[in-house]
């Protein structure tokens, strides 16, 4: 079976430096980006099976590279998993409106972030 | 009075019998044709006599009567009544009697009703200028207040009412109030009628209004008037303008949001690479360095960030220790210049220096200045590209009583429009968040220290692609306070 391919976007260098080494622990690629508009250039182009996303970011914010991605016919059903430091960021509406598979607070637990990638991976598989 | 009566009638019987016996003598004289000198003449003289004396004392009496009569009217009249004597006329005493015991009867009654009238007249003149004090205070205040009756039609406003909804009280009182709200603040007549059909006691909403172009939040509660029967009389409603609290709520919660994003970021990191160490997911030593090094740098980074919030909330609340003494900044700079030296050279810019200035001595705390120091020259070295340089330069103005610190870099510079706010709390230039991390708080770490602690002043004049100079005034220290220079 081929690698599953994870995008992990921050601006927080320590952070994807930390995701990246606990998903390729765990036999996933990843691929990174520092800010949303890059996000989105790095998704249309290597089309991840999963994007992890900061929510506060320079250039474009997570909101935004979400709502660009769900325009896109090449990122449009990428499933999503938002990381926020700021609690009620986003509401109910708008994370079932953009398809955030998963939104998780800062400080966050990197098992557990596998632990809801394997679950949206698993939910696409099946669906 | 009886008495009165009795002559009364014997006058009118000898009138009329005078008058009678008169008559016969002359119907007598008329037949038998008797002269003056028969005793027929005699009698009639008599009775004519007797008839004018009669007639005569009639008319007295008649006009003594209709005098008494006018006397008891007029005093009757009088605003006082006063008593009738008996004596005034014995014809009209039962009369008299019975006035003056009606008289009696009433004055008493008259007397309370005069008290009552007085106390009346007295609350009246108390209730007016209660009234008057009432209106004063309604007038006077900042709040706009606003009184309709039962058929929404303006009793009263006051100048802060009449500004809110542009009427102009004196001519539009008892118009109905929807004539005078215009349309874009309607929502507060639905509100008033709404809780005058509700007839609740107190109801109270925030209602947002556009005045003078700006966007206003008002607290309006309105209560209404209850009559006797309980059925709603009139409604009093008052407006307070909460514009000022809500942005200051507004602000509070942004720096609530800001703060525990800050202080989230450094811990995400440093929970998540500890729980990575825990699981044993560092394949090698290096690895495993690199995450210790990790965590304690962001748990560096955590405690400035405390620090500088609390320093911030500290110097706002007037809490902070201020130690001021006399010190030199060129001493100040050269102390702080050693330690920005490092980071520096790592990114190969030039720090330019000038000759030291004597006579730059300022009345400050000596940690606080060294602190804006410091800001100001790891800022300018954080945003200058690699190869750029950094100058700092000291301007002392004798006459005017101040020293100027500038930082000059050669740096990305800052937008225009995004000047004006480098120096608030939590602000990065969004332009430039790719090239450093930050916490947003140096800066106005800075300008608090600097304005408030010190009645300085910072200024910031950039360039985008140039650079920018940012730097602070202090006054000079004057001769009593330069005793010892630290």
Redesign the interface.
């Known amino acids: 079976m081929a690698e599953k391919k994870i995008l992990v976007v921050d601006?927080?260098i320590?952070?994807v430096?930390?995701?990246a080494?606990?998903l390729r622990?765990n036999g996933y690629e990843v691929i990174s980006a520092?800010?949303g508009a890059e996000a989105f250039e790095v998704a249309c182009k290597a089309k991840p099976d999963v994007i992890v996303t900061d929510f506060?970011m320079?250039?474009l914010t997570g909101l935004e590279l979400v709502e660009k991605l769900r325009q896109c016919e090449l990122t449009k059903d990428i499933p999503v998993i938002m990381l926020t430091?700021?609690?009620f960021a986003i509401s109910q509406e708008q994370q079932k409106d953009l398809q955030i598979a998963q939104c998780l607070s800062?400080?966050?637990?990197?098992?557990e972030l596998l632990g809801h990638i394997e679950d949206v991976l698993h939910d696409r598989a099946v669906n | 009075m009886k008495l009165g009566r009795n002559t009364y009638t014997m006058v009118i019987a000898i009138v009329a019998g005078s008058l009678l016996v008169a008559g016969l003598v002359q119907l007598q004289d008329s037949g038998v044709g008797v002269g003056w000198g028969s005793w027929y003449g005699v009698l009639c003289i008599i009775a004519y006599f007797v008839g004018a004396v009669g007639v005569i004392w009639l008319c007295w009496f008649w006009l003594k009567l209709a005098r008494a009569i006018t006397s008891m009217a007029q005093s009757l009249k009088a605003e006082k009544p006063a008593f009738i004597s008996p004596k005034a006329n014995p014809l009209i005493n039962e009369l008299s009697e019975a006035v003056n015991s009606r008289i009696e009867s009433y004055s008493g009654f008259l007397e309370q009703l005069r008290g009552q009238v007085k106390d009346l007249q007295i609350q009246v003149q108390l209730s007016r200028r209660q009234k008057g004090n009432i209106e004063a205070i309604i007038y006077s205040l900042h709040d706009a207040v606003i009184v309709v009756d039962e058929f929404d039609r303006l009793l009263m406003a006051n100048e802060a009412a009449g500004k809110l909804f542009n009427f102009d009280f004196a001519n539009s009182q008892y118009k109905p109030i929807d004539s005078l709200v215009v349309p874009d603040k309607r929502e507060f007549v639905n509100f008033l009628r709404q809780s005058r059909q509700s007839k609740v006691e107190a109801t109270r909403r925030e209602i947002e209004f556009l005045q003078d172009e700006r966007s206003k939040v008002y607290d309006c509660v309105i209560s209404c008037v209850n009559d006797n029967k309980q059925q709603v009389c009139g409604v009093v409603a008052v407006l307070h303008d909460i514009t000022k609290e809500k942005e200051i709520q507004r602000m509070k919660n942004d720096f609530v949001?800001h703060v525990?994003?800050e202080l989230?970021?450094p811990?995400?990191?440093?929970?998540?690479?500890s729980?990575?160490l825990n699981?044993g997911?560092?394949?090698d030593e290096e690895?495993r360095k690199q995450?210790y090094s990790?965590i304690q740098n962001?748990a560096k980074r955590l405690s400035r960030l405390i620090d500088d919030i609390l320093n911030i909330s500290r110097i706002e609340s007037g809490l902070i220790k201020i130690e001021k003494k006399p010190v030199s900044l060129t001493m100040l700079i050269e102390e702080q210049l050693q330690m920005i030296k490092n980071y520096a050279e790592e990114k190969d810019i030039e720090i330019i220096t000038q000759t030291p200035i004597i006579h730059d001595v300022v009345y400050a705390d000596k940690d606080m200045i060294s602190q804006v120091i410091v800001n100001l020259l790891s800022n300018a070295v954080k945003y200058t590209p690699r190869g750029g340089s950094v100058r700092i330069d000291i301007v002392v103005d004798e006459t005017a009583g101040v020293a100027q610190v500038t930082v000059t870099d050669t740096g990305v510079g800052i937008p225009k429009d995004e000047i004006e706010h480098v120096f608030d709390k939590f602000y990065r230039v969004?332009a430039n968040?790719?090239q450093a991390k930050g916490t947003g708080l140096g800066l106005n770490l800075v300008k608090q220290i600097i304005e408030k602690v010190h009645n300085g002043r910072v200024f910031v004049i950039s360039e985008p692609g140039v650079g920018s100079t940012f730097g602070f005034e202090l006054p000079l220290a004057v001769s009593s306070e330069v005793k010892t220079v630290h």
């Open positions: 601006d927080e320590h952070i430096h930390v995701v080494i606990k622990n520092d800010n506060q320079p250039v430091a700021r609690n800062k400080p966050f637990s990197p098992r | 949001s525990s994003h989230k970021t811990l995400a990191s440093i929970m998540a690479y729980e990575m699981d997911e560092a394949d690895t995450m990790v962001q969004s968040n790719n």
